[in-house]
């Protein structure tokens, strides 16, 4: 069976990018679609959880794959909260009230989710190796 590589075993500019650059792209997109698309917001809200189940999942452990989730998730409702301010148009989609309240919400998903994640990769190498 061929091993995933851990997120610590790819060059520097791809953990940059995978780890900093993807989750805050992400971010911003779905922030703008906020103001756009109530079902477009909430497709992106939900392929964000694949993403850091996922990204977790580039990690050894469920403690590892957490910290992931709290960089991802952060990165991830900033870009929300920017990109919405920048495009400026009312929100299709509930969102909490102030809207600040994004950030510590999607953080602990994204810590629950990268867990997960670390936690299905142990899982999967405990299997291989049995």
Excluded: C, N
Excluded at 5 to 34: C, D, N, R, S
Excluded at 43 to 63: E, K, M
Excluded at 110 to 126: E, K
Aim: no cysteine.
């Amino acid at each position: 069976m061929h091993r995933l590589p851990l997120l610590e075993e790819h060059p520097l500019p791809l953990q940059v990018f995978l780890a900093g650059v993807v989750p805050f792209a992400f971010g911003l997109l779905t922030g703008y679609l906020l103001g756009v698309s109530e079902g477009a917001y909430t497709i992106l809200s939900l392929l964000a959880v694949i993403g850091g189940i996922g990204a977790g999942f580039d990690h050894q452990g469920p403690g590892e794959g957490a910290k992931r989730g709290l960089l991802g998730g952060t990165l991830f409702s900033v870009g929300i909260l920017i990109a919405h301010e920048i495009h400026g148009a009312e929100a299709k989609a509930d969102i909490p009230h102030p809207a600040i309240l994004i950030v510590p919400i999607f953080v602990i998903l994204g810590v629950l989710f990268g867990a997960l994640g670390g936690w299905l990769r142990d899982r999967a190498t405990a299997k291989a190796a049995a």
